[in-house]
């Protein structure tokens, strides 16, 4: 099974529209985060969180907000979806004393 | 702030050579850690290898070996007899100790060739 799970893989939506991407870890991790890719661009961080009561903005945030519902699950909403946020999603949970990021296996959203 | 520099947009190679992807950072942190991801077609971003700044020994991963130079903010990639499924894109990250975020390169696009 894998570690970190993201619902749905694939979505299309319209312009203006409410979306909600899921995200959730059995790798019993505290830090949780959000990034999001665009071809040239690499990853950029939108949101990430520490436990469930921290959050915190990251470089691109606007337009966008998270909920930590629990350890194991991180949500990125987008209220009112417009065309520049089409991108491949990614959710990735760390602790601290490894240095690294686990990736979940993204969500490729596109909106019209 | 950090930042990380993939010069090389694009790579090849043939099946069974060598290849090595370069990648530098600007950081004023003494203490990090630097990473390389692969992302296949799949889109999965794959932990390739990983390294400790206060280590000075490269690290090594089967076919995959790092060269850091702490000094120059160098850290390049060796892939060694290229196979067919090496074929992705890979990006250089960094991290510092005390930070939250991985900051990303732009990527290599690696071709392998058979």
């Known amino acids: 099974d894998a570690d970190v799970t993201q619902t749905p893989r694939n979505r299309i939506t319209k312009t203006g529209k409410r979306i909600m991407l899921e995200c959730s870890q059995t790798k019993g991790h505290d830090r949780m985060y959000w990034y999001r890719q665009d071809p040239g661009l690499g990853l950029r961080l939108i949101y990430y969180?520490?436990?469930?009561?921290?959050?915190n903005k990251g470089e691109i945030s606007d337009g966008y907000s998270v909920s930590r519902q629990a350890q194991a699950k991180f949500s990125l909403s987008l209220e009112s979806a417009i065309p520049n946020q089409t991108a491949l999603y990614f959710c990735?949970?760390?602790?601290?004393?490894?240095?690294?990021?686990?990736f979940g296996p993204g969500t490729r959203l596109t909106v019209l | 702030a950090q930042t990380v520099t993939q010069s090389q947009p694009e790579m090849s190679v043939q099946e069974a050579e060598t290849v090595t992807l370069s990648c530098t950072y600007d950081?004023?942190?003494?203490?990090?850690?630097l990473f390389w991801y692969k992302q296949p077609p799949s889109r999965q971003m794959i932990l390739v290898i990983r390294?400790?700044?206060?280590?000075?020994q490269n690290a090594t991963e089967n076919r995959f070996s790092v060269n850091f130079q702490k000094a120059a903010k160098s850290f390049s990639l060796k892939i060694s007899d290229s196979q067919l499924g090496d074929a992705a894109m890979y990006f250089c990250?960094?991290?510092?100790?005390?930070?939250?975020?991985?900051?990303f390169g732009e990527g290599t696009q690696l071709t392998v060739n058979p």
């Open positions: 990735a949970t760390s602790d601290l004393s490894w240095g690294g990021q686990f």
């Open positions: 390294q400790e700044a206060y280590k000075q």
């Open positions: 990250a960094y991290r510092g100790t005390s930070g939250s975020r991985l900051t």
């Open positions: 950081t004023s942190e003494s203490d990090y850690y």
């Open positions: 969180s520490f436990d469930v009561k921290d959050i």
